[in-house]
Each structure stands twice: as C-alpha cells, then as structure tokens.
C-alpha cells in the first residue's frame, strides 16, 4: 500500500471563462522510503502539487491519502495536527523561526505537539547532518547551505510518513546544492524516509528513485531514473 | 550641470505615503495629539498672562501707569503736548461718603473724572459698564457691589439713591444728606485689593460746587507709550514737568514685576513641552524607524535605481513634512476648540484670578506650537531617514524585515509558546525599549497627575485656614465702628445651634501701652525702618501707641501650645495673670517686663480717646504668640491678647470680634442652615463654614481631574499608540514566519497564544517598572508637590491604577489579535509564497 496517493486531484483558480486549471486530474503513488522528484516549468502547478500533498491547501476536487487518511476530510485544526505528525516540510528560502536556536528549531513539530523527544534519534540526525557544533547558535549565524541542512533535520525530526521539499537547493550555488541533495539522498537512505522533492531543474531529479513531469497541471510523464 | 528631479522625488513622496495608509494615520495622530498638548499649555500659558495683566488693570481700576499728585492747569497743557504720553486725565476727590452699618465694612468716597481720564484710562478698567458718566449735579454712577451693599440688586437708571457724605475728609466739614440719580453702574474690581476702599462717581458740576479741583484734591493720572519704560519717563516726567517738592510722581504698583517669579514659570513651561516633545518624538520615531524597516527593499530598489542618499532623505522628510501639513492643522484646530472650555476652566481653578479670565487667541500659541510639533516630527524622522539612505541595495534585497541582536541562546523554549513570545519581545532589544518607555512614560503620568490630584485633601486645606466648622466675625469692628453685634441674646440662638459643642469667643478693644523708650525703643525703632514713619518725636510715640488689646478663651491656647517650645500656663492665663504680645520677633521685646494699659475707646464721633471712667492696668508680659496668632489686624503697639476674663474686668462688656463654633460631628448640615437663616441677611456680620469651603473646593478638584486626566489620558494614549504600532507591524511583518510556524504543526491556537503572550509580556514588563520606578517617581514628586501643597496627603489612586493596568492589559491582548485576524483573512499557501 503506498503512502501517499491522489486520484483525480483538481485544483481550480477563478471560474469560467478566466478558469485556470492549476492541476487537472493527477494520479501519483507513491511507496514508502522511495524518493520521488516532480520537475516542471514555472508555472506548470508543482508547488501547487506540494501546497495539496501537505494539507496546506484544499483540491476542487479528487482526494489525497497520506497515511490512509484523506486530508480533505479533516478541519483546519486537525490538518495542523496531522501535519505536525507526518508531514515534514523544507522549503526554497529554509523558513527558519529567527528566535529559536537550532536545536530549538529542530524539535519544534514534536514540541508543538507536546510529545517527548527522542533524544538518541535527534543527536543521530544532527551528527549525521554535521550540524553538532552549530546546536545552540541562532539562524542568522548559518550560512544557506547550513541553513537547509536545518530544515531537513527539522522535516525529520518527527519521523513523518513523507517529507516534501520545495525547491530545496533554489538559494544556493551549485557546490551547496549538491551538497545539500547529497545529505537528503543519503538520510531518505539510512532513516528510509519517503521523499517528494519538487524541482525545475532535470539534473538534480536524475538523484532520485523515480522522477514525474508535470506541464499544465497535468503529468505528462513518468519513469525511473 | 544641475539637473531637476525635484518632480520625481515628489511623486516617490507621494507614492509612498499612498502605499503606507496605516501608518500614516499613527504619524498623523502623533503629530496632533503633540500639537495639541503643545498649543494647550501655550495657551493655558498666555491666557494666564494676558489674565493676569488684566487682574493687575483691574484690581489698579485704571490702564494708567503713573500719577501726578496735584497737577497744575499748565502742567497738565505741558503733559499733553509730551511726545511719550499717549493719555493724561485728571481726577480730583470731592466729598466722603458716611458708610452706614448696614453698608458694613467699606470706604467710599465722592470722585470726579475728567472725559480723558474717565474714557481712556479708567473706563478699560471696569467691566459690565452700563448708563452714562454723571453730567448733572445730583447724578451719580456707583459700582455694582456698592449698589448690592446698599441692598439694590436690580438698579435701574434714573432710580434716587440717598447718600450722606461730608466735603472734607476726617468727618470734617459738613455733613450733607442728598438723593441722588443713579446714571449709570459699573463692576469695579479696586476694592477686591484695597479692602473695600472704592469710588462713586459724580458730576464735574457738584465738584465745582464744592471747589474741589485736581490741584488742590485730586491727581492727573498718564498713560505713556510704551509700557516697559515706564520708571524712565517717570523720571523724565519730574524734569518737563519742573514739578514742585510737594508733587509726587508715583507708579502704579502693577508695573513693578518680579523677574524671579516669571523665571520659574519659563522653566516649569519649558519643562513640560520638552516633556511633551519627547513623549511626541519615542512615537513619531518609532512608527517611521519600522516603516523604513519595512520598506527597506524599497529605498535599496531606489538605491540600485541611482537615487543617492540625498534623495532618499528627502523622500523621507518630505513624507512626515506632508503628515505635519495635515496634523499640525488638526491639533491646533483641536486645540483652539478646546481652549473656550479648558482653558477659563483651568485659570479659575489655580484661584488666582478673582476678576475674571480672557482665554488668549494669540496667533503666537498656534505658531509656536505648530513650530514645536515641526520640530519633534523633523527630530523623530531624521534617524530613519538616515537609515534609509544608507541602505546597501544588495543587503536590501535579501533584507526580510526580521533583525536577531543575538547569535546564540542560552535558555530553552522547549515549544512553549509564552517562551518564544518572550523571546519575539526583545528580538529587536532598542525598539522593545522604546515600546516600554513610551507606555511606561504615558502610564506613570497618568497615575503621577491623579495621585496629586487624590492627594490634595480638601478637609486638610481648608483644616489648615480654618480652625473651627463655623466662624462669625464683626466686620464693623474692622470699619473703626465698633458696635456689639454678638449680644448675649445672639450667643444664646448660637448655642442652641443643632448638635452645638463649643464656642469660642475673641473680643476685641483699643489700648494705649505706656511708652518708655527703654522698654520699646528697640520695637519701635524697627516699626519705624519697616514703615518709612520717620520724624516722630518721643512726645508722638508716647501719645500714639495705641493698639489692639484681644480676649481670647483658653482653647484657642492648646492648638497652639503644641508647636510652642516654651508652653504657656494656660491656667494663670485664664485667670488673669499675664498678657500675651503678638510678635515674630521676641527679642525686641527683652526689656519689658509689664504692660501697663490704658483702655481706650474708638468712636466715629470722636476718634480714639481713653475710656471714661478706666483705670490704668499692669499685667506682667507671660509669653509671645506669632505676629498673625488670632489673624487681627495691627496698629502701633504690638497685639495684645489677655484672657476674656480680664477683658471682661477691665472693659466691662468688650466687643466681640469673632465667635468660633463647632457642632458635633454629622450636625454641620443643620447647623449651617441654621446660621445662613441668621446671618445671611446681616451685611455686618460675615461667616466662615468649612463645609462650604470644602464644597467650593470639590467642585474645583473634579475640574482639575478632568483636565489633569485629559492630559494624562493623551500622553497615556501616545504610549499605547506606539504600542499598537510596533505590536501590529510586528505581526504583519512576520507574516512568513507565523506561516512557516504553522507548516511545521503550529495550530492557530498556539499562535494565538504565542502572540496574546507576547502582548501580555509587554503588558507586564510595563506594570512591573511602572509599580516600582514609576512609583518611585510619582512619591517623588508628591514629595516636591507636598512642599508648596502642605496640606497634601499622599493617597495613592488605586481605582484608576486598576483601572489604567486592566486598560493597559486589554490593549496588550487585543491588538494581537486584532493583528492576527487581519493576517488570516489570506490563506497559508498566499502567507508562504508572499516573501519570495
């Protein structure tokens, strides 16, 4: 059974006749610890994909199973809860909270959640991101590349059933970026984290286990890499 | 080459102010409510000014600033054709008017002006004038509270008044009885200052009938041109005027200013608007350092555009410039409305102005206040502008409005939302402290004004003047004719007062000391240095040290007793044993032993003569009380006071001056109206009562809270003002990071709770220095308060303390989440994509 999986997932803007179909009608599966990249142009409804995938946004119409649950059912209220719980997010600009330190930032979702942390599991994912010795120092202290390393651990800090990642090298030279592709391809490896990484660029899809193509909305093609 | 881009600057003003709504509403705000308090103590300022100049004109009863004493017919031709004199009249007294018992306590006599004098210099003196100056022999226009005293309260012209009067002074000359025409009335105000001394104005036909002229009787009184030159022109005056040794040019008292007293009050003025500019400038400040914060991918975009520092300055002066032009007006506007209500109520209430008030509308007080509140808007926008000047265009374009002092944290959060607001609070440290000086400031004012006003006790004050719940006194003992008005009958209605307790009586006749120049060469030497009374020969002294011999009860001694360092032995006083002398100066007094008194009587017939039939009396000297002990008036010979029991010896059945009356506590009420039933109608006799005092004084407490508290309420408002301000931008701006907040599983209720706490924070930091500093502020200037206020208690306002603290602590929650809701109205994905 996959983790995440849509049927027929719609997102509409406007009405008739300035209608834009942002998606129309996508179908994805996708299995656990598989690493999936979406590549499409600017405007070709990827990041509204994620927004869907993550709970952030409600479809027009069709569903989206995370976990067995469809997101569409639940309130406000629960999707934050849910979210929190299994889904981890790292965005293009690292969306870090400036006053919380690193580790602070880190165990945020289980905090917020008010769950116990897993302390032997945090240190592994914060040695095995090489962030150790920046524990304590505050965000605007890092540089980008440290920065996204961050929120990578923040995504995985709650074990979640799939992380997204928007554009997650956008902001940084390419030396970084490969850097920072190499630490995901790597912890989606050693924890088995499922992955969903949105990008424009061809390259960086070819590091994952399979790579979608999306163009207006719709996916035009698929395959292993 | 110089190129003109003043256009484009302009439309980038412009632009930006369009774009800005919000915060140009706290700017405009600001630069009002600082006008407005600007223009309001400038007003309240000059109005007391302008007031009090007018008190001094009228209290004077003339415009004039000096007199010649008897001026001759060519003095007076010379006088006119002076180029400094603007004015010169003369007046001249033609006869004395007998004051009847029941006119009570004044002094009145017949005056004639001529039409310069009358219409130039003492008319502007006067107020309510209606009718016309007397032109025919029996016509007289008469000051209204003379016409009250003579119990008409409706004078109509026309109506015949009846006089008695004699032509020449001291009860000389003839006396005439004659009914005259009233032509007209005035107020006048002179016999507020001279105790009841005052003029009726009559004809330059009877004045003539009597041969009274302005040489021989009266004065030429001149108004020179320039106001502050006048001891110069008076000088000059005795040179063009040649006058004669007998003439005197004397000054009118008015135009003796202290620099001293105007020097305090320029400090205290400048003291609160610098106060005011302060409070004006933490808020103007604080909104357009974060709009530029804000804006500061805006000004780098102009930066990298080519826009120099210059230019952007100007962009940002010129932005609070076109706030000014619109707050200024509104403030001042405010302002000027506010000034008919606040201002006569204020300048009543300081109750130095007796003779009504004028509420100034000098163009200068808008003036200045428009210039001051420029000048706090120009110094709170200077520090942004230069901000935005010297942005770097490159930091600017990855600028997120978000600014960390910190690089690293000592303490952990652990997710709890009130740690993190805690942290938000100080996460840009300077304008956190900005935030709290500027409430702290607006709320420590606040409770600073009520506690004064709440400390000042009205039963204390007027404790402090009044020693019993009731005082009568016989005001024909102070005319110089005495005549027993407090019978035996009238202390029976008294003490059959309800809930009647006490009664104390002071009597009150003439003496003779005898004079012996060792025992009173020392007093009487320092009367004469005090009194300029030179040229008295020994002979003199013996035959006039007269004075005022005093009875008094023995509960008059025991209050004070208490501050004595020698106490007297009330006892041997009551029975006669000593006298007592009114002095402030013992030590004149070490050679005399014993007093030895002649009774002396004073009539209206006779004057001051011994009593028929008295004896001599020696009474050894016991003890000295304060020169105002018993508040009697003093004459040549030091006061004496004896016990009523010798006074009654000696002066068989001595007038009674006062009567002090207390009543049970619960029974003022009563017995008030019963004393108004008996005195109200008695012009002779008038009367004291601390309840009325104290109502008066109420009255005049709530006044001052309400404008106390206005102002207290505007600087309150200024510091949640900012407030609002950096508590809502603070919100928006983080926009982004509230939205990544709840990506990461933030609910809507822990933001919520993280933003309300952050409120709250601000909330309480503010109390706690408001309950310890500001506290310690307030007593402080309670204490300096208490010294000029002595009958000050210190009560602390813990009504409106809650009720600012309750205020201050909703503000803190609402905003919040005020700020909250707007930013909820887009949706997560819309929140998140803004920044990029």
Known sequence: MPVLSTQGLKKHYGKEPHIVRALDGIDIAVEAGEFVAVVGMSGSGKSTLLHMLGGLDKPTDGKVIVDGQELAKMSDEQLTIFRRRNVGF????????????VYENIVLPIELDGNTIDRAFIDEIIDTLGLGEKRDNLPNMLSGGQRQRVAIARALATKPSILLADEPTGNLDTKTSQDVLGVLKMTST????????ITHNEQIAQLSDRVIHIEDGKIVREGRS | MKNNN???????????????????????????LTTLLIASVFSIGMSLMESMKMQETRLMGTVAHAAITQPTASQMEQLNQLNYVKAAGTGNNVAFVKTTPQMGDMNLSLHYFDKTEWEKLRAPAFTDIAGSYPQKENEIMVPLWVLERLGIENPSIGMEIPLSYYTENGNNGALVNEVFNLSGWFTSYMYIRSGNIDSILVSEEL???????AEANGSASVLFDNSSRVLEYCEQLKLDLGLSETQKVKIVPAFDVDPGDMRTTLIALSTVIAFLIFTGYLLIYNVLYISVSRDVRFYGLLKTLGTTPKQIKRVVIGQIVRLCIIGIPIGAAVAFLLSFVAVPLFLSNLGSIATGTVVSFSPLIYLGAALFALFTALLGAFKPAKKAASISPIEAQKFTGIKINKSRVYSSVNGKPYKM??????????????????????????ITITTLITSMDTDNYVASYLESDFMLQNNTVMVGYPEQKFTSAFMDTIKSLPGFESLRVTTLEWMRLDYSPDEFGEYVDDYIKRN???????QNIYDNFTGIIAGIDREALTELNKTMDKPIDIDAFERGEFALIATNTPNLFENVDELTIFP????????????PGSEPIKVPVGGFVPQSFGKICRSFAPNVFVSNTLMNAVYGEPIVLKLHIDVAQGYEEQALDTLKQITDEVYEVSRQSKLEAQEELRASKIMLYILGGGVALILALIGILNFVNVMSVGIVVRKQELATLECVGMSRKQVRRMLVSEGLGYAVITLFFVFTAGNAITFGIFKLFQ?????????????????????????????PENAYCSIYKSTIVERLREAE
């Open chain 1, 190 to 197: 050693k924890f088995h984290q499922t992955m969903m990484m």
């Open chain 1, 90 to 101: 790292v965005f293009q600009s690292y969306n870090l909270v400036p006053i919380l330190s």
């Open chain 2, 787 to 815: 010294q000029q206020a002595t009958y000050a208690i210190f009560t602390y306002p813990f009504i409106p303390v809650l009720m600012a603290s309750l205020a201050v602590l909703a503000i803190c929650i609402i905003t």
């Open chain 2, 600 to 611: 002396m009587v004073c009539t209206s017939e006779s004057g001051m003569q011994e009593r």
């Open chain 2, 207 to 213: 004045s003539q009938e009597y041969g009274k002229t």
């Open chain 2, 421 to 446: 607001a805690f942290r938000n609070i100080f996460r840009d440290r300077k304008r956190a402290a900005i935030v709290l000086l500027s409430l702290f400031l607006g709320i420590t004012t606040f």
């Open chain 2, 6 to 32: 003043g256009a484009v600057i302009r439309r980038l003003t412009g632009r930006s102010l369009q774009s800005n709504k919000k915060r140009n509403f706290f700017i405009i705000t600001a630069i009002a």
């Open chain 2, 532 to 538: 300029n009374a030179e040229g008295l020969t020994e």
